[in-house]
Each structure stands twice: as C-alpha cells, then as structure tokens.
C-alpha cells in the first residue's frame, strides 16, 4: 500500500525558510515522479514543482521559481522542497504527490498525502 506523509509546515514571517518533507512507502523512490501542489484557502490547489525521476528533469511554477527547489532523498525514501524567501502568498497547504508519470498537472499523479500547512505572516 502506497502512504505519502508530509511534514515541515509551520508559522514563519515573510522572508524566512521552511523545507518541507515527504515520505513515501510502497513506491520505489528511484522511479517514480513526485510532486508538490498548494491551495490556499478559498482558492483551488494548484502546482508548485516537480521531479521527474533521479537525476531527471524538474519544472517549477512562475510564481516559486528561483526561490523553491525540489529535491530527493533516495536512500529515506523522502523528497523535499526547500522554500525559501517566503511572501504572503505562499499561505497555503502542501500537498506532495507521487506516480509513475511525470507533469505539472494534478491527473498526472496517483498518489497523494494529507497535506501540511504553512502560514507566512506579513
């Protein structure tokens, strides 16, 4: 059975860090493509960046690139996203998500997690 748990979240103000985490069992971490997806309350979840595989290809949203960085961690099974110089608008939950196929669009992914919360305070 395939479990994706996030962690990481938390309260920061504007301009500081958070990395968020995700830990997969049930899926070889070497081949399948993951995920991570926001929505911010009353708006629709929407995508934030992705890796393709190891050593593959990556994308990122306009609105978070060159400041988050998807990454993974094969040996704990884990992939992260590093978030850096937080704004306000980056309030939202952090869904990470996983599957066989690579893409910015949420169909593209079979597995999801809970989600963990961030809050950037102004």
């Known amino acids: 059975q395939v479990q994706l748990v996030e962690s990481g979240g938390g309260l920061v103000q504007a301009g500081v860090s958070l990395r968020l985490s995700c830990v997969a069992s049930?899926?070889?971490?070497?081949?399948?493509?993951a995920g991570w997806f926001r929505q911010a309350p009353g708006q629709e979840r929407e995508f934030v960046a992705a890796d393709s595989w190891s050593g593959g290809p990556t994308s990122y949203a306009d609105s978070v690139k060159g400041r988050f960085t998807i990454s993974r961690d094969n040996a704990k099974n884990t992939v992260h996203l590093q978030m850096n110089s937080l704004k306000p608008e980056d309030t939202a939950v952090y869904y990470c998500?996983?599957?066989?196929?690579?893409?910015?669009?949420?169909?593209?992914?079979?597995?999801w997690g809970q989600g963990t919360q961030a809050i950037v305070s102004s």
């Open positions: 998500a996983a599957g066989s196929r690579y893409g910015t669009e949420e169909r593209k992914y079979a597995y």
């Open positions: 049930g899926l070889d971490s070497r081949t399948y493509a």
